[in-house]
């Protein structure tokens, strides 16, 4: 990590001052004009027609049934992606196996499908005139344009990201540390929670995060499967979506201006493991300099 950072400032030092200013501005100036402006303008849209309406857009029922659904579907499928991850991470940097190329395939292909691609495949499965549509209408079982649907939309668009995380964390710990846990004696199980886990903390909470602000932001795959039934499949990207083609646009900005608020508060919890993280490195960088 030292290295690192002396070769990043040998670097900086040999940049002429002007250069330095000119690429930290040009970074700014992207950042403000395409980041920054476009959320500030979701909130001052949200808030132009007074706080009242914009209480009220947040408040009508169709928003929290929207909202409820919303967390619903981070709360299942984030837990579904961590165990799948993990499963997954520690298969590939762990083992070698027949077939991990293209494990490692399967697990990035969500991200080169189109979510809309997504939400139709799962149509072509499992709407009434889909392969298993027939077999699930005898048995009153319904897919799409129901909560089951959207779960495993969401589920399709989000499960690379702990998997993603995981995977550069696990192999550049190696596996020096669980064989010497399970020479002295230790379980499989006890060598997971006590030695594996701990050193890949970080990158599954990172995964974690990423995970839930998909899954919580995802439109494309959820919208092909939801049917837009007020009230009962909108989730919160759907509502704003329904509000602004029905020219309520002060309802739509503040229920926007609520995703973009989950979304910062994700950023902020990013942001302090992060440093957190930066934190502990410098400690064991510290100790390890100081030595016994």
């Known amino acids: 990590m030292r290295r690192h950072a002396l070769v990043a400032s040998r670097r900086g030092a040999e940049e002429t001052p002007l250069v330095r200013g000119l690429l930290i501005a040009v970074a700014l100036g992207f950042a403000g004009l395409f980041l920054f402006l476009p959320l500030a303008n979701v909130f001052a849209q949200a808030l132009s027609k007074g706080f009242a309406v914009y209480a009220a857009g947040l408040t009508h029922p169709e928003s929290l049934a929207a909202l409820r659904l919303t967390l619903l579907l981070a709360v299942v499928c984030v837990p579904l992606n961590v165990v799948f991850g993990l499963a997954a991470a520690w298969a ?17 292909l969500p991200f080169s499908i189109s979510p809309v691609v997504a939400g139709l495949m799962f149509v072509v499965l499992f709407g009434l005139q889909g392969y298993a549509g027939p077999w699930l209408a005898a048995r009153d079982l319904q897919i ?9 939309a969401t589920l399709f668009v989000t499960f690379p990201f702990v998997a993603r995380e995981l995977i550069p964390v696990m192999q550049a710990t190696g596996s020096e540390q669980e064989q010497a846990a399970l020479t002295l004696g230790a379980g499989a199980w006890r060598t997971f929670w006590h030695v594996t886990l701990p050193s890949v903390k970080w990158g599954l909470l990172y995964g974690v995060i990423l995970c839930n602000a998909r899954a919580m932001g995802e439109f494309g795959a959820v919208s092909v499967v939801s049917g837009h039934i007020a009230g009962v499949t909108d989730t919160l990207p759907l509502r704003v979506e329904k509000l602004y083609q029905e020219y309520q646009s002060a309802a739509a900005f503040s229920v926007a201006s609520l995703l973009a608020l989950l979304a910062l508060a994700t950023l902020a919890v990013k942001g302090i493991l992060e440093w957190k993280a930066r934190r502990a490195e410098a400690r064991a960088g510290a100790v390890a300099e100081t030595g016994p």
């Open 144 to 152: 799409i344009f129901a909560l089951p649907g959207m779960i495993l």
């Open 92 to 108: 590939v940097a762990k083992f070698e196996f027949r077939g991990k190329a293209w494990l490692v395939t399967l697990i990035d």
